[in-house]
């Protein structure tokens, strides 16, 4: 491969790491083609971006964009895989699935999500259960709208047993 070869590829690597919040570096030696295929629709269909790399080309596209991410350079041996997320869960759960099914692949080395470093797949279920920042949005929502919503009804409830006891005491007059 030719030296402007490595550097546009590096670029378009490097631009994709600044682009998404989120990415997972996972092996997938074991896959053939076909598989290959079956997990890049999976992944396109979860809004994942899946890349195939080469690792030295790898290193030198985050070396080349803002951060430290030294912890993940002793993952880069052996075949290397990079799913692109915004969401920060998406890849975690797809691997898990796949984890399920007893397939091997794509195994998890190594994750930078949400401004941290995940190391190994012992973090898996980790990375599985965190909350991406919609679903934690929602949550607040969720949880400021509650007592609103208890006052309301407390009030709407309040309303027709106070009409109740009105109209009680205007019949027993007559």
């Known amino acids: 491969m030719k030296k402007e070869d490595k550097s546009i590829i590096i670029e378009k690597i490097a631009a994709n790491?600044?682009?998404?919040?989120n990415f997972y570096l996972a092996d997938i030696a074991t896959l053939n083609a076909a598989k290959t295929s079956v997990l890049r629709r999976?992944?396109?269909?979860?809004n994942i971006k899946l890349l195939v790399?080469?690792?030295?080309?790898l290193r030198k596209a985050l070396e080349k964009i803002e951060g430290n991410y030294e912890e993940l350079y002793p993952l880069l041996k052996g075949n290397t895989a990079i799913m692109?997320?915004?969401?920060?869960n998406a890849p975690a759960k797809l691997i898990d699935k796949y984890s399920k099914n007893k397939e091997t692949v794509p195994a998890l080395k190594g994750a930078y999500v949400q401004e941290s470093f995940f190391i190994g797949a012992n973090t898996l279920k980790?990375?599985?259960?965190?909350?991406?920042k919609t679903e934690l949005i929602g949550e607040v929502i969720t949880i400021l709208q509650s007592p609103a919503k208890n006052v309301i009804s407390a009030l709407q409830?309040?309303?027709?047993?106070l009409h109740g006891v009105l109209k009680t005491l205007s019949e027993k007059q007559n």
């Open 126 to 132: 980790d990375l599985v259960n965190i909350k991406s």
């Open 17 to 21: 790491l600044q682009e998404y919040e």
């Open 84 to 88: 692109f997320s915004n969401d920060a």
């Open 157 to 161: 409830s309040g309303g027709t047993i």
């Open 53 to 57: 790399v080469k690792n030295t080309l």
């Open 42 to 46: 999976e992944c396109s269909k979860q």
